[in-house]
């Protein structure tokens, strides 16, 4: 099986290595950062000229891009990869994109014959070069049958979620949830400051109870040790959640939860905080909680 990649960032590229490590051969599409580009070449893939290449001389196609906007561009147009595919060829998704993109896209696919997944990831690029992300995968049945082996290869947990686009949506649930506690637990450590309460004792009452997460002890960890253990960034995760609102409103509803959430990532990000991470919100809750 011929793998052809698309957006080799941080995620991309070790999925790449990942891939070449087991053998697979590889050709791979970059954007404006090529260092994966060249790490990939170094270790024998070849570079197509455009996506519609990359579909052409492949068996799987997978992208790996910040939004769905970047997934457009690389499907549609005469150069896209839409204009390549082939009848029985699987496309993948393993970004965090919009629900209502991905089931366009995926009709599109189909039209031509060919099968599109949604295949979001949880985990880090740590995991990915080692094969141990966990892969959120959802489409026609038989399609994921035919590329699990290749999933396997990626992931430790590879689970199949029923119809396309319930992968993306429940990737956006989970990081619609996940960043609501972290931008909670900010404020948090940010109220206790100003009540001169010390950010352990705090953490150690809240954890002592059912409140206790991953999440909260990502922000702890940082809060009180300066670490940054979660590398997720203000940007991708106002990004997300922003997704997500987008999301309910495709469903035809109104989310009262994540307006919060939202707000204060997107003012963190219009801040110049959009590079830090997610548990660096703590700082910016600090300075931006007063009324004066």
Partial sequence: MKVGYIGLGLMGRAMVDCLQKADYDVIVLGNRDRTGVEEA???????????????????????????????????????????GVKPDQVVIDFGTSLPASTIKIGADMEAKGAAYLDAPLGRTPAHAVDGLLNIMCAGDKAAFDRVKPVLDVLGE???????????????LINNYFGMTTACAMAEAFATADA??????????????????????????NYAVDGDVNLAFSIANASKDVGYYRQ??????LHSRMSGCADDALKAAKNDGDGDKMVSEMVDWMSKNLSTS
């Fill in 157 to 171: 947990n590879v689970f199949h979620l029923g119809k396309l686009g319930n992968g993306h949506t429940i990737k």
């Fill in 195 to 220: 009540a001169g309460i010390d950010r352990q004792t705090l953490f150690e009452v809240m954890a002592a109870g059912p409140l206790r997460s991953g999440m909260m002890e990502f922000v702890r």
């Fill in 41 to 83: 070449l170094a270790r024998g893939a070849t570079e197509a000229a455009h996506a519609r290449e990359v579909a052409e001389q492949s068996d799987v196609v997978m992208f790996c891009m910040g939004t769905s906007d970047h997934v457009e561009s690389r499907v549609y147009g005469d150069d896209g990869v839409l204009a």
């Fill in 247 to 252: 999301m309910t409103q495709d469903l035809g």
